[in-house]
């Protein structure tokens, strides 16, 4: 029943800019926790974005101050602005929603992002 659908990924040169979308649907989205992961081949798959039911906001280091995330609780949707990206952005991003600290986590299926020149 709980389903998240991300969009936006792609392939950009290095310095340009995506900004994905990850839409909600079964669950209570304005009280969720809503969180961008990413995972490249061979690697662990590490949150980059997180913001809370309340707005506050957290990012790796890897992306402050060049990613951001936001929500918008009337279209059920959570974004990720990425600009000046870099070839280590590279990777699949997945969209993550949890209503609780210790409930369950919802998945979405994922989107490429590809940055090279």
């Known amino acids: 029943q709980v389903q998240l659908v991300e969009s936006g990924g792609g392939s950009v040169q290095p310095g340009e800019s995506l900004r994905l979308s990850c839409v909600a649907s079964?669950?209570?989205?304005?009280?969720?926790?809503m969180n961008w992961y990413r995972q490249a081949p061979g690697k662990e798959r590490d949150m980059v974005a997180q913001i809370t039911g309340s707005g506050s906001t957290n990012y790796a280091d890897s992306v402050k101050d060049r990613f951001t995330i936001s929500r918008d609780n009337t279209k059920n949707t959570v974004y990720l602005q990425m600009n000046s990206l870099k070839p280590d952005d590279t990777a699949v991003y997945y969209c993550?929603?949890?209503?609780?600290?210790?409930?369950?986590?919802?998945w979405g299926q994922g989107t490429q992002v590809t940055v090279s020149s």
């Open positions: 993550n929603a949890r209503r609780t600290r210790l409930g369950p986590a919802y």
């Open positions: 079964g669950i209570n989205f304005s009280f969720s926790t």
